[in-house]
């Protein structure tokens, strides 16, 4: 297994020490811990960074493999959705929001399944749209871990309106990347049996 696919397999694994900082406190309540908040927000920016740095490796020493093409956005997937959940937890991120990020993500996961079942097995990467959603999407979280860790309990209205501006941000730009995919590669869905 090359460099690349180790560090998102690595993505993959920092998803449940993230888990562990985050679900033993939660912003705005009286049990709120700051610190927790500061680790999730520092494991999610390591694990963010993985996601930059494995595609940079790959394409710089030419180790772009279909396991990569797939275990990477699946790696985005499972680390975004999970910070995505608590952020709801904490009511800053509408259900709505999750419920078009989910959609969007089952859409296009089984438009790539069509496709790798074609009889050429083609494996589809990832579009521009694609990657600004990914990048937008961990720079909302980011922001928000962070800010509810240095923020502290006294600005959670600040915090909180601006973190929920921020996701509706991302389901706009999450939709329409989604339906550019589908658009793109519909040819995938007019020839399947």
Same mark, same amino acid.
């Given at each position: 297994?090359?460099?690349?696919?180790?560090?998102?397999?690595?993505?993959?694994?920092?998803?449940?020490?993230?888990?562990?900082?985050?679900?033993?406190?939660?912003?705005?309540?009286?049990?709120?811990?700051?610190?927790?908040?500061?680790?999730?927000?520092?494991?999610?920016?390591?694990?963010?960074?993985?996601?930059?740095?494995?595609?940079? %490796?790959?394409?710089?020493?030419?180790?772009?493999? $279909?396991?990569?093409?797939? +275990?990477?956005?699946?790696?985005? !997937? @499972?680390? #975004?959705?999970?910070?995505?959940?608590?952020?709801?937890?904490?009511?800053?991120?509408?259900?709505?929001?999750?419920?078009?990020?989910?959609?969007?993500?089952?859409?296009?996961?089984? %438009?790539?399944?069509?496709?790798?079942?074609?009889? $050429?097995?083609?494996?589809? +990467?990832?579009?521009?749209?694609? !990657? @600004?959603? #990914?990048?937008?999407?961990?720079?909302?979280?980011?922001?928000?871990?962070?800010?509810?860790?240095?923020?502290?309990?006294?600005?959670?209205?600040?915090?909180?309106?601006?973190?929920?501006?921020?996701?509706?941000?991302?389901?706009?730009?999450?939709?329409?990347?989604?339906?550019?995919?589908?658009?793109?590669?519909?040819?995938?869905?007019?020839?399947?049996?």
């Amino acid at each position: 297994m090359n460099l690349p696919n180790k560090l998102t397999l690595a993505r993959i694994l920092l998803v449940p020490v993230f888990m562990v900082f985050v679900s033993l406190t939660q912003y705005g309540t009286a049990g709120y811990q700051p610190g927790l908040y500061l680790a999730a927000g520092v494991v999610f920016a390591l694990a963010s960074f993985t996601d930059y740095l494995d595609g940079h %490796l790959a394409r710089k020493w030419h180790m772009i493999t $279909d396991f990569g093409k797939f +275990a990477d956005p699946l790696a985005d !997937k @499972v680390l #975004t959705t999970v910070a995505f959940l608590y952020m709801m937890r904490d009511g800053v991120c509408s259900p709505v929001v999750l419920t078009i990020i989910l959609t969007r993500e089952f859409a296009v996961s089984g %438009l790539r399944m069509v496709a790798a079942g074609a009889k $050429d097995g083609k494996v589809i +990467a990832a579009n521009m749209w694609g !990657k @600004v959603k #990914t990048v937008l999407q961990m720079l909302s979280i980011i922001f928000y871990y962070f800010a509810a860790a240095l923020g502290g309990p006294t600005d959670p209205l600040a915090v909180g309106l601006i973190a929920n501006a921020l996701c509706w941000l991302v389901a706009a730009v999450t939709a329409i990347s989604g339906i550019k995919y589908l658009v793109d590669n519909r040819h995938f869905i007019n020839t399947a049996k």
